[in-house]
């Protein structure tokens, strides 16, 4: 059995093409899509975060909104860069968002990807500390974030407070339990996804990653899961973590679907640099008629390897026709599969 849900990237476009032509129109078509997708047996709802993008970009009033509107589908993010956020403020915000759908969030954080405009985060009013990176400094927030959700007392209250406070030390409201290991970080290479196991995350991992051996993307993919669950066990966890990745996957059952993805021109892995030092590797998509897609995805290692799948949807294309591209996964490829 694998978990299957859906990650939405939220463009929008003013393009008569496009059928989200306005954050509006995005922001309440993700929640539409969240509610069909549970309705169809989909697992969870997951979205990105860019910022300065004509995407989503402030998860948490998306991920409350989602919550209140369903009642089982996981609901999360692929992922929320560190760089820009407020560790405290974010773990009142997650932890809001986590009670109101009832202890669904999976919320997936990263250092982040490359960006709309040059170090962006520092209009947010963060810069990295003398002698560290950018990176140095999203995996700082996220340690105190993670710190900060165990829900332990660290503020001395004030002896004459306005309202009267709980013996010791507070900590910040509304804690959640449970939600400190259902936090994913985002991994683009195999020592990142070790850190990942050593800080008690559940590894996420995306259709691109450092290109660090020259071998097919899957394999590498398979392979940092690998290194991810050895470095899980050598830390000692108790729990068993869960591993994600992401893939654009279109099974063709009419014309339709032929017209869109039918000669889709990415059937093979793409190697290219996201910055002027990061060599990459992006995976494949998939689309075919099912008993074609369902051969080729039983050679996928990494997809084999997850206990999740996120599929990548086409958002600008509607609610009701990214519903059908779920559904046809859930029941036409995902059993043969064994996923279901």
Wanted: hydrophobic fraction near 40%; aromatic fraction near 8%.
């Amino acid at each position: 059995m694998k978990k299957i849900g859906f990650l939405s990237f939220g463009h929008w476009s003013p393009s008569p093409q496009s059928g989200t032509r306005s954050a509006s129109d995005t922001l309440l078509q993700s929640i539409d899509l969240a509610v069909a997708a549970e309705e169809l047996g989909a697992d969870g709802a997951y979205f990105r975060v860019h910022h300065f993008a004509r995407q989503l970009a402030s998860p948490f009033p998306l991920l409350a909104a989602v919550g209140a509107k369903t009642k089982r589908i996981e609901i999360g993010t692929g992922v929320i860069d560190m760089r820009y956020e407020n560790p405290l403020y974010m773990v009142e915000d997650a932890g809001a968002a986590d009670i109101i759908s009832g202890g669904r969030l999976q919320l997936g954080i990263s250092r982040g990807s490359p960006e709309q405009v040059i170090d962006g985060w520092r209009h947010f009013g963060y810069a990295p500390a003398e002698g560290q990176t950018d990176a140095d400094m999203g995996r700082r927030h996220a340690e105190v974030f993670l710190d900060v959700l165990r829900g332990e007392g660290f503020a001395k209250p004030n002896p004459r407070p306005m309202f009267p406070n709980p013996p010791g030390l507070l900590r910040l409201e509304p804690f959640s339990a449970g939600l400190r290991e259902r936090i994913w970080w985002g991994a683009g290479s195999n020592a990142t996804a070790r850190w990942a196991a050593k800080m008690g995350m559940n590894l996420q991992s995306s259709t691109l990653k450092d290109d660090e051996t020259g071998e097919p993307f899957h394999i590498q993919q398979a392979k940092q899961i690998e290194a991810f669950r050895e470095a899980w066990k050598e830390a000692g966890h108790e729990r068993t973590p869960r591993v994600s990745v992401s893939r654009s996957i279109f099974a063709i059952m009419d014309d339709r679907d032929r017209a869109y993805f039918g000669r889709s021109g990415q059937d093979r892995d793409q190697v290219g640099f996201i910055d002027e030092n990061t060599r990459a590797i992006f995976g494949r998509s998939y689309a075919a008629e099912p008993d074609a897609l369902i051969a080729e995805l039983k050679q996928d290692e990494a997809v084999a390897a997850a206990d999740t799948l996120l599929l990548t949807v086409p958002n600008q294309l509607g609610v009701d026709y990214n519903a059908h591209v779920i559904e046809a996964i859930l029941k036409h490829v995902a059993p043969a599969l064994g996923w279901r």
